[in-house]
């Protein structure tokens, strides 16, 4: 396959090993509403928030969306989207490899790009991904009248989307709801102004390409008028299926009975749309109505300067999600990704470097809170409610000389260790010395005096007692702690692997 190369490349590839792993460090001034919700906002690099998130989240995002800097050649308020391309791609491909860690097995990632970068991006994404895993190059309508200031007018915009299994995407993804404009050729022709979808109806053609025996049989309408497949085709099913839905009143003859028979389907029995790559902004939105979106929001004179419609990222969850899924967006802007996951019940994890995370996310997550009433407020019928929790990016697990950092508690060592081992998050947060068994070994850290201050060194220590008050496995057992008060021989007639804190305490 192949592969995408430009300067720097190699220190690219190795920067996601480069990342210290940082804590998350709540803001509880900044979080708003229900203190059990595990929505979050987070302040900070995304780099090192998507390495922060790795022991907590990996495999588990079902839906990442990000829209990151265009590289424009522009000048933007908010962020620099003015960067030398090499310098680009390095700071996509940590990102891109971070990102695909925190994929779920049926997840997609959907990423924004234009011309600019997004043959690179491509090229970039099939390397990190795999071409196997590329989905579709779906197309933005992102304006509604021309545009005339370049040579070609530049009317659209790229929604890449890659997955980690394209067989379990394919069985999660949802098909897209009709809107009204696309449902009107269901009708009632006893009531023209019928809405309920269980009275609205159309005629589906009951003949299909081919010729199959069992398919080719004569058709006698309830007034005498037979019927034959045209020539080429045949019925779309075998005769008795027939007979069942002609007994049930579920065929159409046409206005006088003489037409072909046809299937009666009615509206309610409509699953959707299978999804394509044509996006219209008559579906899905546009720049202007995004603009506006902003504006209410912010202001017109402290508006973000490129935001997505809230009708557009919708459509993603739409095709990638179902209520309560978790969603990320490690490039969160204005906030519309984490505004509309949380007007869709979506779970959520947003992250923004600037200032504006505290300036424009917070208090737009805030309002959406409150219940306001903007972007797809009303076609989900929002009326507010729900929270999130605000954090910053805190102390590096280790300090300069390498030892644990001292404001790193139980719980966060504890994920970090378990990741490391297991290349899995842990289920929940850790509150004993076992955090877990996995592979049939069993995990036990002794920290921050997790088994109380009777033991040495507040249990810290690997000693008699301290093992006869963990947890019993007759397995392998993997014990990190300060230091061991067992000879090589002991721990293994115990079958334990001791491992020393800080030392034997990887990064990621």
């Known amino acids: 396959?192949?592969?995408?190369?430009?300067?720097?490349?190699?220190?690219?590839?190795?920067?996601?090993?480069?990342?210290?792993?940082?804590?998350?460090?709540?803001?509880?001034?900044?979080?708003?509403?229900?203190?059990?919700?595990?929505?979050?906002?987070?302040?900070?690099?995304?780099?090192?928030a998507l390495k922060a998130l790795l022991p907590l989240y990996a495999g588990k995002v079902k839906c990442i969306y990000i829209d990151p800097p265009y590289n424009t050649r522009s000048a933007?308020?908010?962020?620099?989207?003015?960067?030398e391309h090499s310098l680009w791609l390095s700071l996509m491909y940590p990102r891109l490899e971070l990102?695909?860690?925190?994929?779920?097995?049926?997840?997609?990632?959907?990423?924004?790009?234009?011309?600019?970068?997004?043959?690179?991006?491509?090229?970039?994404?099939?390397?990190?991904?795999?071409?196997?895993?590329?989905?579709?190059?779906?197309?933005?309508?992102?304006?509604?009248?021309?545009?005339?200031?370049?040579?070609?007018?530049?009317?659209?915009e790229y929604i890449f989307v890659?997955?980690?299994?394209?067989?379990?995407?394919?069985?999660?993804?949802?098909?897209?709801?009709?809107?009204?404009?696309?449902?009107?050729?269901?009708?009632?022709?006893?009531?023209?102004?019928?809405?309920?979808p269980e009275k609205r109806w159309r005629g589906l053609p009951m003949t299909a390409q081919g010729y199959r025996p069992n398919q080719m049989y004569t058709i006698t309408a309830s007034n005498g008028k037979t019927h034959i497949p045209p020539e080429g085709r045949c019925w779309s099913m075998v005769e008795s299926e027939f007979i069942k839905l002609k007994e049930i009143n579920r065929i159409y003859w046409g206005k006088d009975g003489n037409a072909q028979p046809t299937v009666i389907r009615f509206l309610s029995e409509v699953e959707g749309l299978v999804p394509w790559t044509w996006w219209p902004h008559e579906q899905v939105g546009h720049t202007d109505e995004s603009k506006k979106e902003c504006n209410l929001l912010f202001g017109a004179d402290v508006s973000f300067g490129t935001p997505k419609p809230e009708r557009l990222i919708k459509r993603i969850?739409?095709?990638?999600?179902?209520?309560?899924?978790?969603?990320?967006?490690?490039?969160?802007?204005?906030?519309?990704?984490?505004a509309v996951a949380h007007k869709m019940n979506r779970r959520y994890i947003g992250i923004e470097m600037g200032d504006h995370a505290e300036t424009h996310c917070q208090p737009r997550l805030k309002k959406v809170i409150e219940g306001e009433q903007g972007g797809i407020s009303k076609a989900v019928n929002w009326q507010g409610?729900?929270?999130?929790?605000?954090?910053?990016?805190?102390?590096?697990i280790f300090d300069?000389?390498?030892?644990?950092?001292?404001?790193?508690?139980?719980?966060?060592?504890?994920?970090?260790?378990?990741?490391?081992?297991?290349?899995?998050?842990?289920?929940?947060?850790?509150?004993?010395?076992?955090?877990?068994?996995?592979?049939?070994?069993?995990?036990y850290l002794l920290y921050n005096g997790i088994?109380?201050?009777?033991?040495?060194?507040?249990?810290?220590?690997?000693?008699?007692?301290?093992?006869?008050?963990?947890?019993?496995?007759?397995?392998?057992?993997?014990?990190?702690?300060?230091?061991?008060?067992?000879?090589?021989?002991?721990?293994?007639?115990?079958?334990?692997?001791?491992?020393?804190?800080?030392?034997?305490v990887r990064a990621l």
Request: with cysteine; aromatic share 10%.
């Open 400 to 443: 300069e000389l390498g030892s644990i950092h001292p404001d790193v508690r139980f719980p966060a060592l504890a994920a970090h260790i378990w990741f490391c081992e297991t290349r899995s998050p842990l289920a929940k947060p850790a509150d004993s010395a076992l955090l877990g068994i996995h592979n049939g070994t069993a995990y």
């Open 162 to 196: 890659y997955v980690k299994d394209q067989d379990k995407f394919k069985k999660m993804r949802n098909r897209i709801p009709l809107d009204e404009a696309q449902a009107k050729i269901y009708r009632n022709p006893d009531n023209s102004k019928e809405t309920d």
């Open 385 to 396: 409610g729900g929270g999130f929790h605000y954090f910053r990016l805190g102390e590096t």
């Open 99 to 156: 990102l695909r860690e925190l994929l779920a097995e049926d997840g997609s990632i959907w990423v924004s790009i234009d011309d600019n970068e997004a043959h690179y991006l491509k090229v970039m994404m099939d390397e990190v991904f795999g071409r196997k895993s590329f989905v579709a190059s779906n197309v933005w309508q992102k304006r509604y009248s021309r545009e005339n200031r370049e040579s070609i007018g530049d009317v659209h």
């Open 451 to 504: 088994l109380g201050d009777r033991r040495p060194q507040s249990g810290n220590v690997l000693t008699q007692a301290v093992l006869d008050v963990l947890p019993k496995h007759a397995g392998r057992k993997i014990i990190y702690g300060e230091a061991s008060r067992f000879g090589k021989p002991r721990l293994e007639a115990e079958n334990i692997i001791f491992k020393q804190i800080p030392y034997d």
């Open 317 to 338: 969850f739409e095709i990638a999600t179902n209520p309560n899924d978790l969603v990320l967006d490690s490039f969160l802007g204005s906030g519309t990704t984490a």
């Open 76 to 83: 933007f308020t908010h962020y620099d989207d003015n960067l």
């Open 1 to 48: 396959m192949p592969l995408l190369d430009w300067l720097n490349k190699p220190d690219a590839v190795r920067t996601v090993q480069k990342v210290p792993y940082r804590l998350l460090e709540a803001v509880p001034e900044l979080s708003v509403g229900d203190p059990d919700t595990e929505n979050m906002l987070i302040q900070g690099d995304n780099l090192q």
